[in-house]
């Protein structure tokens, strides 16, 4: 029964840790897209109507 119990704890902690890590490169790609965004000059606002 403590085996079954240490397999599950250690199932759990992998998936955190998987988990962890793909929000992690999604930040990474947010980033590469903002970035790739400013390149293309972007239209500024300048507060007024256009």
Do not use: W
Request: no cysteine; glycine share 8%.
């Amino acid at each position: 029964m403590e085996l079954t119990a240490n397999a599950m704890a250690q199932e759990a902690v992998s998936r955190t840790a998987d988990r962890l890590a793909q929000e992690a490169r999604r930040g990474g790609e947010d980033e590469l897209r903002l970035e790739r965004f400013m390149n293309n000059k972007p239209p500024i606002f300048k507060g007024g109507y256009d």
